[in-house]
């Protein structure tokens, strides 16, 4: 059991730094400080999904959006 527990804790380190890492290559301007912060409050408090409506992209802060340029922003851009 204790074996299986070191196995999880090892697992769950390592998507918390690809998160991290996905977490600043999206938005390059938050420190490792404000994102150590957002997984901390992840982990404190995970979101009550009974009640959460069907749109996942609300609970995405406005600063982790979609960096995607349209095609018509590319084109204003030349």
Not at 12 to 28: E, R, S, Y
Not at 52 to 71: E, F, M, Q, W
Request: charged share 20%; aromatic share 2%; proline share 8%.
């Amino acid at each position: 059991m204790e074996k299986n527990q070191n196995n999880l804790t090892s697992k769950l380190d390592g998507l918390t730094n690809l998160i991290k890492t996905f977490l600043q290559q999206v938005n390059p301007g938050m420190s490792a400080e404000q994102v150590q912060v957002m997984i901390e409050a992840a982990q404190q408090s995970p979101p009550d999904t009974s009640s959460a409506p069907n749109d996942t992209r609300r609970s995405i802060p406005p600063s982790l959006g979609s960096n995607h340029v349209s095609k018509d922003m590319e084109e204003d851009m030349m």
